[in-house]
């Protein structure tokens, strides 16, 4: 069973600050998802990774797969960008369903 | 943008009755996915579903639940004697194929609270 680990659980940040979110995992994957939840708790896919890095306007994620360790940036931060960010992974061997980590809330100060 | 749709929004119910939540997935997708998220817990695994059967499901997927899709749209959970626990947000999900490069597309949910 994978465990899926995220840090810092809580984050605030001052607008324009470069946000860093780290996930790590136990078990090899064959994907890393990066989702976005609001407060109203609707989730939105930000970024699948199965290996280096991906970058989508001002969210880069990243991914090393022999460390079993992903991370997300949010470069020039903004309040709308406060959420809470989730990492799930894929396990290898045909399972299909997500394992997730307990998430980031990220809190964004004008 | 083609999105994943759930309804209702919120569903009441008491401890006992029946309940199905429903989704239409993203319409040439083909695999489907059910996910619940207790509050302040972390979002759990539930099914998975391709070509007409369960593919894939949790140990939290007990007799007490099923998925169907009934009409080749419609997509939906049934939860035959709703428990207090069963109180959480239920997200339904869908990806276009099985390769691992597909993402998959989340529902907004639907928030379950049983009396």
């Known amino acids: 069973k994978n465990e899926v680990e995220q840090s810092p659980q809580n984050l605030t940040a001052q607008e324009g600050e470069f946000i860093t979110i780290n996930c790590s995992y136990s078990?090899?994957?064959?994907?890393l998802h990066w989702l976005q939840q609001h407060p109203g708790g609707g989730i939105v896919s930000l970024f699948m990774?199965?290996?280096g890095k991906k970058k989508h306007g001002r969210l880069i994620a990243t991914i090393n797969i022999q460390e079993k360790h992903s991370s997300l940036h949010i470069t020039a931060s903004h309040p709308r960008d406060s959420a809470v960010y989730i990492c799930?992974?894929?396990?290898?061997?045909?399972?299909?369903?997500?394992?997730f980590g307990k998430g980031t809330h990220l809190i964004i100060q004008p | 943008e083609p999105e994943v749709t759930q309804t209702p929004s919120h569903q009441v119910t008491q401890m006992g009755q029946e309940v199905i939540l429903r989704c239409v997935p993203i319409?040439?997708?083909?695999?489907f996915y059910w996910y619940r998220q207790i509050l302040g817990q972390k979002v759990e695994f539930l099914v998975s579903?391709?070509?007409?059967?369960?593919?894939?499901k949790s140990e939290i997927f007990d007799d007490q639940f099923s998925v169907e899709r009934p009409d080749g749209s419609n997509f939906t959970l049934k939860i035959r004697s709703t428990k207090l626990e069963d109180s959480a947000m239920y997200f339904c999900?869908?990806?276009?194929?099985?390769?691992?490069?597909?993402?998959?597309?989340f529902g907004a949910g639907t928030r379950l609270s049983v009396l």
């Open positions: 999900a869908s990806k276009e194929d099985k390769i691992a490069k597909n993402i998959q597309y």
């Open positions: 579903f391709y070509n007409n059967e369960i593919s894939e």
């Open positions: 078990v090899g994957i064959s994907a």
């Open positions: 990774l199965s290996s």
């Open positions: 799930a992974v894929m396990s290898r061997g045909g399972a299909d369903g997500l394992t």
């Open positions: 319409s040439n997708h083909l695999y």
